[in-house]
């Protein structure tokens, strides 16, 4: 069957765990779904941090690049023209429509994927990206200079990976304004909290989460909030036309409580969670992290919940998303479906 799609060309800076995954599908299940939707995808540049770069306007061997970065060895054969020295380059020169930007979240600062999305949306590409730093630092910015260029800037994967928050309220909540949201954002603290109503102490939790790959070798981020308030910035910048920073959010972490305070709540009939909260109060936003004790019933402390977000509406009422076990599977899948949205665009 003779068929006329378009070619989508991608350009993938960060090639780790997101990037590896979804460029594993894109000969099976994603390249079925990106031919639905009229498109045929070509990777023809792929950059890393230590990795090396490749550029391939024909489009790159995938199957090569994958056993590459697994065998821990760089792009560099795949790569044709001249030596590229670094991400800014590889985005000054990369042939393509679409940027994927899948460097790792610096959360003090954005940066440099900030700088990335705002040089690739300058040059005209698409940008997807599944890093929160850009929407959590510089979102209002990034939409008007996308808006200008005549492209787009999506991030469907930037809180509860796959999980269609921002495509759910831009595509079927016309008209609805989205007043606040409540959410439970980071596994981590939960799955801390979690073990501690089962009798660990805090520090015999965090070792355990930090022991099954949960937490990170410095769980500050996590453990002190920051990590739910890049999200939470995330989502007021998106959902609520905000534009705040992560230091602008009224921040306390999970450090401070003991087993006495999980076992009160516990006594009480409730849960210690960290909680996110977005609220307008007489014309100013209020976005908030902190742990609070929440009834065990309350949906936001339901067990298995890797995250919940309840979205309060004007003309929906409260509108919830509930994520199991999360998993990079997701991540990848919000990707796609951004750059189905793109396609359909076109
Ligand atoms: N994993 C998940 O389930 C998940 C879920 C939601 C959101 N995210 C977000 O998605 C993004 C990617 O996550 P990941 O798990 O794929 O991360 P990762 O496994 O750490 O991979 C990061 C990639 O970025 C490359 N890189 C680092 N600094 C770079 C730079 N300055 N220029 C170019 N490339 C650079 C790394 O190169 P080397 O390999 O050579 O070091 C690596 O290929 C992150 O922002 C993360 O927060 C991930």
Known sequence: VAT????????????GNVGRYFVGQLAGAYGRVLHAAGVEPLVTGIATGRHGVALDRDGLALSRALR?????????????????????????????????????LVPT??????GYVRAALARGLHVVTANKGPVAFGRRRLMRLA???????RHEGVVMDGFPI???????????????FRGLLNSTTTRILGRMEAGLDFDAALAEAQAAGVAEAD??????????????CALANALMDADIRPDQVERRGIGGLGSADVGAA???????????????????LHVSVGPESLPQDDVLVSSGADGVLVLETDLMREVGLWEGAGGVDQTAYALLADLVAIARSA
């Open 109 to 114: 600062s954005g940066e440099p994927a900030l």
């Open 266 to 284: 516990l006594a009480r009939g409730c849960r210690l969670r960290l909680i996110v909260r977005a609220r307008r109060r007489a014309g100013r």
């Open 166 to 180: 921002f495509n759910l309220t831009e595509r079927c909540l016309p008209g609805t304004r989205i007043l606040g």
């Open 4 to 15: 006329s799609r378009r070619p989508l060309r991608l350009a993938l800076l960060g090639f």
């Open 219 to 232: 769980p500050r981020h996590d453990i002190d909030g920051w990590d739910a308030a890049v999200k939470a």
């Open 68 to 104: 590459l970065v697994k065998a821990g060895q760089t792009l560099t054969p795949l790569h044709r023209g001249a030596p590229i020295d670094d991400a800014d380059a590889f985005i000054a020169r990369v042939r393509a429509d679409v940027l994927l930007e899948l460097t790792p």
């Open 147 to 153: 808006a200008r260029q005549g492209v787009q800037f």
